[in-house]
Each structure stands twice: as structure tokens, then as C-alpha cells.
């Protein structure tokens, strides 16, 4: 920091000593952030003189806005961000790159000016490696600009935002005075009924920021997120991964290079767009698919993992590779294992299905793996001995399916799918692409459905 700085307090960190506050202060050459003997409120205007600090009456919106659009301009926007969309997405890309740079101007305006910032992501590796690239930008932009500071991850479970997620980060949000108000940034998970609640009573608090991919619901209210960004809505489809849409916009705030975790999330999602090549990209994905499911990694239990603790395994040659190969056996072990409970059937038009209850594996694990990400497995692992087929598993109110690239236009997936939401009695949802899809019960209703399902899917009974 220079010997003088005039500046702006623009937010207010409490702490509950007051002197222990911490105060965001935006000026022509930066942010700071510091400590003051005397109380500051937002839009004092104040002088910095090594640690002492005096206030110089206030400052108006019209002059923070100038402040804050200066800073967030110098920190500029990457254009090139845009060419990991490939040259497939076409209109879709070009309206969702419009959607990534409103929504990196409102992000790099509440970080820079202070703001409390709460990111949530789906625990899985398309929802981690979004996470990570988000981190990792953060990191950059704190690196070039002397701030430290990192939103508040959270590590969701769930797949919808419900009011336990609320009261959590209102609570946040309340130790933080600010001009912008608090951020909210959800990515993979959300699109669902059950978060409609506290969505709306949340919209009043904080802006909304909303990657995702799922195939909204019947009737979903768009509106209550401006900045909803979803490829569903212009004409795609989930195989544009919301890892993807958070490494686009990662390298868009921030310049980097997500490619690797571009590729992870393709993977770990089975999306057509992955390189099934890219030996980097499946490793990735491998140890993100199994740090996000553990129930605990070392002393770290899954509630306190965060994009920097991830990040911190993946990016140490020594420690993945260590933990790349355990997880493998493991995998190998499971799969073992669910070959010999697997149950093979044959459309009408030859394609070979395979059917496993993942009970077996979940016993065997002791919940250590989880179904979406283990169908994937055992489906490549079906490629190799029977060709181009269709995987499914099932648990609990689960059914995961899998259906190769060559012959994923014929089967019509996604069209299966829809068909199975006309047996309202025992399917809630369903949604995915039509290489990866996932069907949800209203409760464990395997033994009704998975007759229906093989049928729709062309076998004979």
C-alpha cells in the first residue's frame, strides 16, 4: 500500500471486537483492506496514512460507482474464455457468452467492493471442477491485486436450495455491512421445485448468480434469477456441463487456463463433448469424482472440504498420484463387483442393456461411492465387453443410465425419459442428455419401474 491513499470504505467485515473490523476501501490506485482505531461506515471517505486512518466527511453512490467501475475496467475481461464453448455450440454459446459477461461484471463489482460471497456446489466432479476454477481465479485476481480474500464455499449435497441453506447464508451475509449487496453463486444443482422458497426470499437479501444444466422443471420461474445462466434455455442440452459454464467463466474474469477441468467435468458428467483421450482429463475427474463423495479425506471431514483444499490435492504431483492410485483400485474392485451382479438384456433392435442395484456396491463401499458417478464407470467398463450399449443403475429413488455415443441418437434418451414422466405414480423427475440421464422415484419403486423402463427402451420381457 502506498504511504497515502484517499479512498472510500465500501465495506465493513464485523468482528466482534470492533477494532479487529475489517474495512474494504476502494481508491483510484486499488482495493485495501484494513484496520481502524476509530468505527467506519460505508461511504466514508477516509485517509490512509500507514496504520493511521481519519475520516474526510462522505462520499456519495455517484462517487463510489466511479471508483468501483475503475477497478473492476483495469481488472478487464478475457475474451478468449469463449473458445472452450468449441465450434459446436454456435447460437448457444453466443447468448450464454453474453449472459458470462454480465454475470462476470456483477461478481468481479461485489469482490472487489467487499461484498459477503457465497458459492455452492453440487458435490460431484462436474460441480467441483467448476468450483476449483472459480478458486483458482480468485487466487489469481487476489494475487495481482493484494487481496486475500475468498468466498464462502460450500460443499451441497443436496440438489435443491432449500431454507436450511437459506438461514446458512443469511447468517453469512450478516457479518458483512456493504454497499453491493451479498452474492449468492449456485452452480449443478437447484433447478428443482424444493428450492423455489427460499430462491425467492433470497433474490430479496443478495444478487443471484446461477450456472447450471439441468433440465428445468415444468413452470420454473426464471425471473426470480436474472442472471441465470443454462444452455437448456437457448436450444442445448446438459452435455454443455456447468463445470464447463465455471471454467469459461473463470477464465473470463480471470484469464487462466481451465482446460484440464473442462475435461474432468465432461467426464465425470459423460458428456459428448468430453476428449475420452485426454488421460489428464480422466484423472482429474477420477480424484474429483472421489474427494467430493468420501466422508473423509485424512482429518478433513466432507463438511469442511472446500475448491482450496481440493485444489491443493490435485495440483501436488506426489499427493494425487498417491491417492489417483487407491482410488483406482478401488474403482477396479467395484466394478469387479458389479459384473457379477449384473443383469443383461437385449433390445429389439440389438443393443445390449445392462441393469445392476447398486445396493451391492454401496454395502460393499460402505457409501464411499455413489451411483452417478459409478454408472459411468461400469458403463465404460460394459463398452469394452459388449460395444456400444446401455448401462443402468438403480438405488433408492435413483435410476442413473448410460448410453453410448454411436448409438445415442437412435435409442432417444432423453425421449425415454419423458415417456417414463407420464407414470406420475411412481416418477417424480427426470432430465439429463441423450447419453447421460437420470430418472428420480417418489420413493423406491425399482420393482415397478424398471419393467416400464426396459420396455420403453425396446426390450422384450
Same mark, same amino acid.
Given at each position: 500500500?502506498?504511504?497515502?491513499?484517499? &479512498?472510500?470504505?465500501?465495506?465493513?467485515?464485523?468482528?466482534?471486537?470492533?477494532?479487529?473490523?475489517?474495512? *474494504?476501501?476502494?481508491?483510484?490506485?486499488?482495493?485495501?483492506?484494513?484496520?481502524?482505531?476509530?468505527?467506519?461506515?460505508?461511504?466514508?471517505?477516509?485517509?490512509?496514512?500507514?496504520?493511521?486512518?481519519?475520516?474526510?466527511?462522505?462520499?456519495?453512490?455517484?462517487?463510489?460507482?466511479?471508483?468501483?467501475?475503475?477497478?473492476?475496467?483495469?481488472?478487464?475481461?478475457?475474451? &478468449?474464455?469463449?473458445?472452450?464453448?468449441?465450434?459446436?455450440?454456435?447460437?448457444?454459446?453466443?447468448?450464454?457468452?453474453?449472459?458470462?459477461?454480465?454475470?462476470?461484471?456483477?461478481?468481479?463489482?461485489?469482490?472487489?467492493?467487499?461484498?459477503?460471497?457465497?458459492?455452492?456446489?453440487?458435490?460431484?466432479?462436474?460441480?467441483?471442477?467448476?468450483?476449483?476454477?472459480?478458486?483458482?481465479?480468485?487466487?489469481?485476481?487476489?494475487?495481482?491485486?493484494?487481496?486475500?480474500?475468498?468466498?464462502?464455499?460450500?460443499?451441497?449435497?443436496?440438489?435443491?436450495?432449500?431454507?436450511?441453506?437459506?438461514?446458512?447464508?443469511?447468517?453469512?451475509?450478516?457479518? *458483512?455491512?456493504?454497499?453491493?449487496?451479498?452474492? %449468492?453463486?449456485?452452480?449443478?444443482? $437447484? *433447478?428443482?421445485?424444493?428450492?423455489?422458497?427460499?430462491?425467492?426470499?433470497?433474490?430479496?437479501?443478495?444478487?443471484?448468480?446461477?450456472?447450471?444444466?439441468?433440465?428445468?422443471?415444468?413452470?420454473?420461474?426464471?425471473?426470480?434469477?436474472?442472471?441465470?445462466?443454462?444452455?437448456?434455455?437457448?436450444?442445448?442440452?446438459?452435455?454443455?456441463?456447468? &463445470?464447463?459454464?465455471?471454467?469459461?467463466?473463470?477464465?473470463?474474469?480471470?484469464?487462466?487456463?481451465?482446460?484440464?477441468?473442462?475435461?474432468?467435468?465432461?467426464?465425470?458428467?459423460?458428456?459428448?463433448?468430453?476428449?475420452?483421450?485426454?488421460?489428464?482429463?480422466?484423472?482429474?475427474?477420477?480424484?474429483?469424482?472421489?474427494? *467430493?463423495?468420501?466422508?473423509?479425506?485424512?482429518?478433513?471431514?466432507?463438511?469442511?472440504?472446500?475448491?482450496?483444499?481440493?485444489?491443493?490435492?490435485?495440483?501436488?504431483?506426489?499427493?494425487?498420484?498417491?491417492?489417483?492410485?487407491?482410488?483406482?483400485?478401488?474403482?477396479?474392485?467395484?466394478?469387479?463387483?458389479?459384473?457379477?451382479?449384473?443383469?443383461?438384456?437385449?433390445?429389439?433392435? $440389438?443393443?445390449?442393456?445392462?441393469?445392476?442395484?447398486?445396493?451391492?456396491?454401496?454395502?460393499?463401499?460402505?457409501?464411499?461411492?455413489?451411483?452417478?458417478?459409478?454408472?459411468?464407470?461400469?458403463?465404460?467398463?460394459?463398452?469394452?465387453?459388449?460395444?456400444?450399449?446401455?448401462?443402468?443403475?438403480?438405488?433408492?429413488?435413483?435410476?442413473?443410465?448410460?448410453?453410448?455415443?454411436?448409438?445415442?441418437?437412435?435409442? $432417444?434418451?432423453?425421449?425415454?425419459?419423458?415417456?417414463?414422466?407420464?407414470?406420475?405414480?411412481?416418477?417424480?423427475?427426470? $432430465?439429463?442428455?441423450?447419453?447421460?440421464?437420470?430418472?428420480?422415484?417418489?420413493?423406491?419403486?425399482?420393482?415397478?419401474?424398471?419393467?416400464?423402463?426396459?420396455?420403453?427402451?425396446?426390450?422384450? %420381457?
Amino acid at each position: 500500500m502506498e504511504r497515502s491513499v484517499e &479512498g472510500i470504505v465500501s465495506a465493513v467485515r464485523l468482528e466482534p471486537d470492533l477494532r479487529d473490523n475489517i474495512y *474494504t476501501v476502494v481508491s483510484g490506485s486499488g482495493v485495501h483492506e484494513v484496520k481502524s482505531g476509530i468505527v467506519l461506515e460505508p461511504l466514508d471517505r477516509i485517509s490512509l496514512a500507514g496504520d493511521e486512518v481519519s475520516i474526510n466527511g462522505r462520499a456519495t453512490n455517484e462517487d463510489y460507482e466511479s471508483a468501483i467501475s475503475g477497478i473492476v475496467n483495469r481488472i478487464g475481461l478475457h475474451d &478468449g474464455a469463449f473458445s472452450a464453448f468449441g465450434d459446436r455450440a454456435g447460437p448457444v454459446a453466443k447468448v450464454m457468452s453474453h449472459q458470462m459477461v454480465e454475470c462476470a461484471k456483477l461478481f468481479l463489482k461485489s469482490y472487489m467492493g467487499g461484498a459477503p460471497i457465497v458459492v455452492r456446489f453440487h458435490n460431484d466432479g462436474d460441480g467441483a471442477s467448476g468450483a476449483v476454477a472459480i478458486y483458482r481465479a480468485l487466487a489469481k485476481i487476489g494475487r495481482d491485486s493484494g487481496l486475500a480474500r475468498q468466498p464462502k464455499w460450500r460443499m451441497h449435497r443436496g440438489v435443491s436450495y432449500d431454507m436450511e441453506s437459506f438461514y446458512s447464508d443469511m447468517a453469512e451475509f450478516g457479518n *458483512t455491512k456493504s454497499i453491493e449487496k451479498p452474492l %449468492l453463486l449456485i452452480t449443478d444443482f $437447484g *433447478t428443482a421445485p424444493e428450492s423455489e422458497k427460499a430462491i425467492e426470499l433470497a433474490r430479496e437479501q443478495a444478487n443471484i448468480i446461477w450456472f447450471d444444466h439441468h433440465m428445468p422443471y415444468a413452470g420454473f420461474r426464471k425471473e426470480l434469477v436474472p442472471h441465470y445462466v443454462n444452455p437448456w434455455e437457448h436450444g442445448g442440452d446438459s452435455n454443455f456441463t456447468a &463445470g464447463l459454464l465455471c471454467c469459461v467463466f473463470s477464465s473470463l474474469i480471470s484469464g487462466i487456463d481451465n482446460s484440464v477441468l473442462a475435461q474432468a467435468s465432461f467426464i465425470s458428467d459423460y458428456s459428448d463433448m468430453a476428449d475420452r483421450s485426454s488421460e489428464e482429463g480422466h484423472r482429474t475427474a477420477l480424484l474429483l469424482d472421489h474427494i *467430493t463423495s468420501a466422508k473423509r479425506i485424512g482429518s478433513v471431514t466432507r463438511e469442511r472440504i472446500t475448491p482450496g483444499f481440493i485444489d491443493s490435492i490435485i495440483s501436488d504431483s506426489e499427493t494425487s498420484g498417491r491417492m489417483y492410485r487407491e482410488v483406482r483400485n478401488s474403482v477396479d474392485e467395484a466394478l469387479a463387483l458389479g459384473l457379477s451382479h449384473v443383469k443383461r438384456y437385449t433390445t429389439k433392435s $440389438g443393443n445390449a442393456v445392462s441393469v445392476l442395484d447398486f445396493e451391492h456396491i454401496s454395502r460393499a463401499s460402505d457409501g464411499a461411492m455413489l451411483p452417478g458417478r459409478y454408472s459411468s464407470r461400469l458403463h465404460e467398463k460394459m463398452e469394452e465387453i459388449s460395444g456400444d450399449c446401455i448401462t443402468i443403475v438403480h438405488y433408492g429413488q435413483y435410476i442413473s443410465l448410460r448410453v453410448s455415443r454411436s448409438i445415442a441418437e437412435k435409442v $432417444g434418451l432423453l425421449v425415454t425419459i419423458g415417456n417414463m414422466k407420464k407414470f406420475e405414480e411412481y416418477v417424480e423427475s427426470g $432430465g439429463g442428455h441423450n447419453q447421460a440421464g437420470s430418472i428420480r422415484m417418489k420413493g423406491d419403486y425399482a420393482d415397478e419401474v424398471m419393467p416400464i423402463l426396459l420396455r420403453e427402451l425396446g426390450v422384450k %420381457l
